[in-house]
């Protein structure tokens, strides 16, 4: 059977969450006993872009610096997942058809690579500046123009801070399933595994830093969440941690007699083993208002 194909993206340069869309939507279908296989283009991934194979489903054959940081990402939160990149998504698909045989493809980041057919079209728009300024860079933040919209098939609103559809993008939104999701914390992670809520982080002062699209608002959701931000530093996105950096951020921490060093998910990937254990890292999942919705929406659109 032709597997079926779902594409998660945006039509922004970044920030609206697709990473951590991708993995809720992977582990979906994984505990559905689907054998799901993401493609990612692997941006920033020393490996260069061809196809690669970050995860075959069992292990985990690539990390940074040779791995990109959001595959190799989606691959440590996505047990069971065959992750492979590669700036052809076709080209990787037509080697996972060859090699693995998967049920499903989801295409990570994939809105914009119209070369490789779909199913389904779903796309994140950032509930609080959908379109932004409507320009597309280099005269605007996003990567087309806002008819663009039209092509999705669900639209996800994320970032929502309620249930109401932006009035810049009804026109935009018309007649497709509407949904809105948020970010959810659920911790701080330790580098040797253990989940520290919000309580056990009182009274520990901490450096905040991020290397992601919208570091300020991560530092934000720290703080929103009870994390004792005492210093913080932005990065930029896709950041490279080389030794030179780490020792300033440690430096800093040591000098303010800090508890702890906190980072995205994605940023302490990047970070070497042999001095993960002086960082952690806040864990987070998607919270969609209606997922029963959303995901029958889905099941009815490719079954």
Avoid: W
């Amino acid at each position: 059977m032709t597997p079926k194909v779902i594409s998660v993206g945006n039509i922004s340069l970044g920030g609206t969450g697709k990473t951590p869309f991708t993995i809720r939507l992977t582990n979906y279908f994984l505990s559905q006993g689907k054998k799901v296989c993401v493609l990612s283009r692997g941006y920033k991934g020393k490996i260069g872009l061809e196809t690669n194979v970050i995860s075959d489903g069992e292990n985990i054959l690539m990390k940074p610096p040779l791995a990109a940081d959001e595959p190799y990402m989606i691959a440590e939160n996505c047990k069971g997942a065959i992750v492979i990149t590669g700036k052809e998504r076709a080209d990787s698909a037509a080697y996972a058809m060859e090699h693995f045989r998967p049920d499903l493809f989801i295409l990570d980041d994939g809105f914009q690579h119209k070369r490789m057919h779909r199913d389904l079209d779903i796309l994140l728009l950032d509930h609080r500046k959908p379109i932004s300024t409507g320009l597309p860079f280099p005269f605007g933040y996003l990567r087309e123009f806002p008819k663009g919209i039209r092509r999705a098939d669900i639209i996800v609103f994320t970032r929502a801070d309620n249930t109401e559809v932006p009035s810049n993008v009804v026109p935009l939104v018309k007649d497709r399933p509407v949904f809105f999701s948020n970010i959810e914390f659920k911790g701080i992670r330790t580098a040797d595994g253990r989940l520290l809520s919000a309580e056990d982080m009182q009274g520990k002062r901490c450096l905040g830093f991020a290397g992601i699209a919208g570091g300020g608002r991560f530092l934000a959701f720290l703080y929103e969440n009870g994390i004792n931000i005492v210093k913080n530093r932005q990065f930029p996105d896709h950041m490279h941690y080389c030794r030179k950096t780490l020792d300033k951020l440690e430096d800093i921490s040591e000098h303010y007699k800090l508890d702890m060093i906190i980072t995205t998910q994605k940023d302490f990937v990047k970070i070497p083993e042999d001095r993960r254990h002086k960082y952690a890292y806040a864990e987070i999942d998607i919270a969609l208002n209606d997922g029963e919705g959303f995901f029958r929406e889905i099941a009815k659109r490719i079954d």
